[in-house]
C-alpha cells in the first residue's frame, strides 16, 4: 500500500531520474571506453538498423533510442536523430543533436549509425518512423543546402519550451527540422517560424511534473536544464511541456505523414507497429516564401502550450 508521501516519493524519484538523464552525456568527457559486451550489443542493434534501411531504403528516416530508464513515467526513447541515406558523409549517417559534458551548449553531429548506440543506453532498443516520401525529400533538400545548421540553437536546456527558441534540446531540432519540411512555406534560417509552423500544424508536446527538480538542479548547478524559457503559468504547476520522441510520433501521425513504424532489439524479432495503406504518391510541394503571417511568430508565452500534453 502506498504511504501518505508516496506522490512526494515519486516526484523526487522523477526529479533524480531527469537529473541523470540531463547528465548522461557528462559521460562521455571521461575518459572510459566501452566494454565488450557493450560494444557488441551497440553494434548488434546498428547492425539490425541497417538491414531494414537497406530493405525499405527511405531517403531520410526518424530513428528513437533508448537512454536512461524512463518508462515507469511514459517515456521510452529519450533522444532521436535523422538518418540520411546518402549523406555527403556517407551512404547512411546519422544527423541528430547532442549537449555534449553537461553544458549549455549543443552541437550537430554527423555520425555512424553504430556510434548512435554507442553510449551505454539502459536498454539496447530502437524505434524506425519512416516519414511519408515528400517529407523524406525535404529533409533531404534541407540537410543539402544546410538549412539543418540554420534551424540548430546553440544554447541547450533538456527541458526546452516547445515554442520558445530561447533554448532546444535534441529532438525539438528535429520537430523544427519536420514543421520546415510540411509546410510550403519556406521560413529560412529562423527558428521562430519553425515552432509557429509547429504549433500550426497541430503539435503537442509531452509534458513532465517537476515541482522539486528546480531546487535539485540549482543544488547541483548543473548547467543544461535551464527554466526561464517556460512562463510563470507553467512553474507554478510544475508541469514543464517538452518535445520528445514520442510527441515527435505523434505530430506525424496526427498529420498522416507516416509511412511505416518498426520497433527493433537485439536478440528480438522486428515489430511492425504501423503500415501505412497504399495510396497515391504524395505530389511534391511548391515551396514559397514566408508571408507575413509567418513572419511574426506569436510569444513563446503562450499558456495554451503550457498547459498541453500527449494523450
Known sequence: MMQAGGPILREFCLAFILLVWSVHSHAECRQTHLSVADFEK???IGLQLLERLEALQPQVA???RVGSDLEKYGIKYSHAGLVFRDHPKGKWVFTHLLNRCATRHSELFDEGIIPFFSDTPHKYEAILVIPDRAIQSELQRLLLIRNSRNLHGIEYSALANPFSDQYQNSNQWILEMIAVAKSIYLPEGSRRNALFLAKEQGYLPDTVKVGFFKKIAAS???KNISFDDHDARTRRSGHYPFVSVRSLIEYLKRNEDIERIEELA????????????SSAPTP???????TAKY??????EDSFWSTRSNP
Open 42 to 44: 551497440s553494434t548488434a
Open 62 to 64: 526518424l530513428v528513437g
Open 220 to 222: 547541483v548547478t548543473v
Open 266 to 277: 537485439i536478440d528480438q524479432p522486428i515489430r511492425t507497429v504501423f503500415r501505412k495503406k
Open 284 to 290: 511534391a510541394r511548391a515551396r514559397l516564401p514566408a
Open 295 to 300: 513572419a511574426q511568430p506569436n510569444s513563446a
